[in-house]
């Protein structure tokens, strides 16, 4: 399998990462969920996984193939939106597929 390469980021972008891995890590506690590691850029943790808790969209429970729940900003990033408690929710793939036009196999 061969590894992704990450784009280097400069030190602005990375506390930036950091400060939105901390806001998902709270509002992955507040769906229910248990937070876990995900992607690190020199030592720095620039990625966080939510499994289990509740969909913040259907009140579900995240299913196969991950089994996790997927954050979404309602004002996406390139539209001016941030990581934040008002404008980030978690929602189970189905859910954050539908808000993004993906239609299910």
């Not at 913040?56 to 990033?77: N, R, S, V």
């Not at 597929?97 to 196999?105: L, Q, R, S, V």
Request: hydrophobic share 30%; glycine share 10%.
């Amino acid at each position: 399998m061969k590894r992704s390469r990450i784009a280097p980021f400069s030190d602005k972008r990375l506390r930036q990462l950091a400060e939105d891995v901390e806001v998902l890590t709270q509002l992955c506690w507040k769906a229910g969920g248990t937070p876990m590691p995900g992607a690190t850029y020199k030592g720095v943790l620039i990625g966080i996984h939510c499994y289990d808790g509740t969909c913040q969209e259907c009140g579900g429970k995240p299913t196969a193939p991950d089994f996790m729940l997927h954050p979404h900003e309602i004002i996406f990033k390139s539209q001016g939106g941030k990581v934040s408690f008002d404008n980030t929710r978690y929602m189970c793939n189905t859910c954050h597929n539908k808000y993004h036009g993906i239609k299910e196999a």
